[in-house]
């Protein structure tokens, strides 16, 4: 039973959902029976086939449904937890678009406790799930309340993004009508939920699931430290072996440049210069200038400080003294809306920002580019960096977490160094590379990458080495999956 938040393509605010509809799909094509839950958040009792209600039950007062239907274009059951007074709302899973929903604990609460109920007290037939795979805080208490029954499927927690934590009030744990201690730990002690005064849904998943895993070997590694850890690195180092890392993949048919529906024209390694026919139609769909040989760069995200949009807007101004121009598809916090919106004012034929959430627009960008700017400060995993690769478009990224993993450095010494790199005629330790890394998390450091790009952007043959190196990476969940597979083995029970 794999039970999450968001789901690609019913509700999405990030990776996360793409996560939920890849990786059950691979773990079936592994011989898995896979489930998958979810609240039933406003207009998903539409989705087709429409979902059958399975059986009522009460939680806490509150009257919920039990709807049954099937994941978008897949045979994997979904099940839609209802309870229109928590989750038929407009906005997005945890808020109206501005701010959290402030019953979000009682909402996850009362959601944490309905994936219990089914999977203990079975009102969905006879299928039996032997483990609970739980997503982020939202499923934090599934694994709390599942320790303590021997008879009970093992559970794993993963950790898409140790920043949100689901950090609430004490009092919530009366309102849910928790239990006051689960294996012999009071839950409001630091063993337990509590978390400098506030009680940690996220800490219910890492404390009592049978393991804990994140989404990328090198962010695993950085949040055991302080730098990294948002005040948990030293439960997770507590967890020992329980904790690890497995990388994402992506969906490399959807996210196919031979394949995708959406771009200008269709493209593949035997015809690599197609690609350019994106770069066109996506300079015209901004009104930039046609001007095919100066770097386009682009960047498809969520606007919040986590992404670095914040160091990307501080370094703008000095960017621009290069020969390129920068496309942005985002939305998040109004305060980098509105800066993106007055530099795109200010510089009309060098960048343009689209504001909002836009599927097609993504996939025309990450096509039409030549280099995607990840700047993020942290990052679990990332998606874009290989959705940028399977497409010749080349990630200039922050060395950090599942950038660095999934991003072979093709700038050492010869392109960021003293002596000028290229036109200083230096071996390039690059050809190898599928990317550019940079490790300063500064103006500096980030005009250095984008100046490296620049300049390998300038020698035609060693920019389509890079292309073509990161086109050939094999980012299927394949080998993912297989990792989860060992993993959910060495769980059993
Ligand atoms: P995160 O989950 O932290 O936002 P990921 O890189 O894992 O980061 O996933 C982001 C996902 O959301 C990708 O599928 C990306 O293409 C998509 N995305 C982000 N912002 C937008 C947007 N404004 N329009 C369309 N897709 C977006
Ligand atoms: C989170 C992380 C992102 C990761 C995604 C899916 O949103 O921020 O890095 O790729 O989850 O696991």
């Known amino acids: 039973m794999f039970a999450c938040s968001e789901l690609y393509p019913l509700i999405k605010t990030g990776g996360l959902a793409d996560v939920a509809y890849n990786l059950p799909r691979a773990l079936v094509q592994l011989g898995h029976q896979v489930r998958i839950v979810l ?16 059986c009522r039950f009460e939680i806490i007062g509150y009257e919920v449904a039990l709807l049954v239907s099937h994941v978008p274009d897949t045979t994997i059951p979904l099940y839609l937890i209802d309870c229109p007074e928590l989750f038929n709302r407009p906005g997005d899973p945890y808020g109206d678009g501005s701010h959290p929903w402030p019953d979000n604990a009682l909402r996850f609460g009362l959601f944490c406790r309905a994936v219990v109920d089914l999977v203990e007290n079975h009102c969905y037939g006879d299928w039996l799930p032997d483990i609970v795979h739980c997503n982020d805080w939202q499923t934090g208490l599934v694994p709390l309340l599942l320790a303590d029954g021997a008879a009970n499927p093992a ?29 012999g ?88 210069a197609d690609k350019q026919a994106n770069k066109r139609g996506l300079l015209a769909r901004f009104h930039l200038p046609d001007d095919e040989n100066t770097l386009l760069l682009g960047m498809v995200s969520r606007l919040t400080e986590q992404k670095g949009i914040d160091l990307l807007l501080d370094a703008l101004p000095a960017l621009l003294d290069l020969p390129l121009k920068v496309v942005v598809l985002g939305s998040g916090e109004a305060q980098y809306e509105q800066r993106l919106l007055v530099l795109a004012a200010q510089h009309p034929d060098r960048i343009a920002f689209h504001s909002g959430y836009h599927e097609a627009l993504a996939h025309r960008i990450i096509a039409g580019v030549d280099a995607l700017l990840i700047p993020s400060r942290y990052e679990p995993c990332g998606l874009t960096q290989m959705y940028s690769q399977r497409y010749g478009t080349v990630p200039i990224a922050h060395a950090v977490g599942g950038l660095r993993d999934t991003i072979i450095n093709a700038c050492g010494r010869a392109v960021q160094g003293e002596s000028g790199g290229a036109s200083g005629g230096e071996p390039w330790d690059g050809v190898a590379g599928t990317g550019i890394l940079f490790d300063d998390y500064s103006v500096a450091g980030l005009q250095g990458a984008v100046a490296s790009a620049n300049k390998l952007f300038q020698h035609a043959m060693l920019w389509s080495c890079l292309q073509l190196a990161g086109m050939k990476q094999d980012f299927s969940w394949a080998a993912s999956a297989r990792e989860y597979n060992r993993l959910y083995h060495r769980i059993l029970r």
């Open 39 to 54: 609240p039933a958040y406003r207009g998903l009792a539409e989705v087709t086939p429409p979902p059958q209600p399975l």
């Open 155 to 183: 559970t794993l927690f993963t950790i898409h993004n140790l920043g949100y934590q689901g950090l609430f009030s004490q009092q919530t744990l009366a309102e849910l009508g928790l239990p006051e201690e689960v294996k």
């Open 185 to 272: 730990v009071p839950l409001w002690d630091f063993r337990a939920l509590e978390f400098y005064g506030e009680l940690s849904y996220i800490k219910g998943g890492i404390v009592f699931a049978d393991a804990v895993n994140t989404v990328s070997p090198g962010y695993a590694q950085e949040v055991l430290t302080p730098e990294f850890g948002c005040g948990l690195d030293g439960l997770l180092r507590h967890c020992g072996a329980r904790f690890s890392g497995i990388v994402n993949g992506i969906d490399t048919d959807y996210w196919s440049p031979a394949k995708d529906p959406d771009i200008d024209l269709n493209y593949s390694v035997e015809s690599l």
